[in-house]
């Protein structure tokens, strides 16, 4: 009798923690890969990130931040953010003007930004809720300027670090 209420008593506790395991995995970070080169050269395809799902419960995202997108096409994009609510955005001579100032983007871009602004997207500013997101690699990427602003609840969380390969 004694076996069996150890028994039980362990296996409850290692269920638990396997539903424990579970909820972290869907509700607070998770691993994704980078598919296709619109990252490059920052990230490259096959590169196993740590998403962090749970920074934007408590705070909005910023500028430059990499993040994850729900997308109907791909299931999932990963795009860096150029712009935020309220923002103007404009891309010319391939300098990047937020709010009419040319604003230094302090990562690596791939190819040249074609001129843009988003009065081409019938915007003025960015409302609130919706975001500009650009792939680093400019010439090769479907972000904003294809799909449009990016609402708030399509984030699904903020790339915190590449977990392979470990160096590059």
Do not use: C, H
């Amino acid at each position: 009798m004694r076996d069996i209420k150890e028994f039980l008593k362990d296996a409850v506790v290692y269920v638990l923690i396997a539903v424990a395991v579970i909820l972290i995995i869907k509700y607070v970070f998770s691993l994704e890969q980078v598919v296709g080169p619109s990252m490059e050269p920052n990230y490259r395809s096959g590169d196993l990130l740590f998403l962090n799902k749970i920074s934007y419960k408590f705070k909005e995202p910023r500028l430059f931040d990499v993040v994850v997108i729900a997308n109907d096409d791909t299931k999932y994009m990963i795009k860096r953010i150029i712009g935020l609510p309220g923002d103007t955005i404009e891309y010319k001579d391939n300098k990047l003007y937020i709010n009419g100032e040319v604003t230094k983007e302090y990562f690596d871009t791939s190819g040249i930004t074609k001129d843009f602004s988003l009065a081409q997207f019938d915007y003025d500013i960015i409302p609130d809720g919706y975001y500009f997101v650009l792939g680093d690699n400019r010439e090769n990427s479907k972000d904003s300027r294809v799909y449009g602003l990016i609402s708030r609840e399509d984030i699904i969380g903020k790339v915190q670090f590449r977990i392979w390969p470990i160096v590059r």
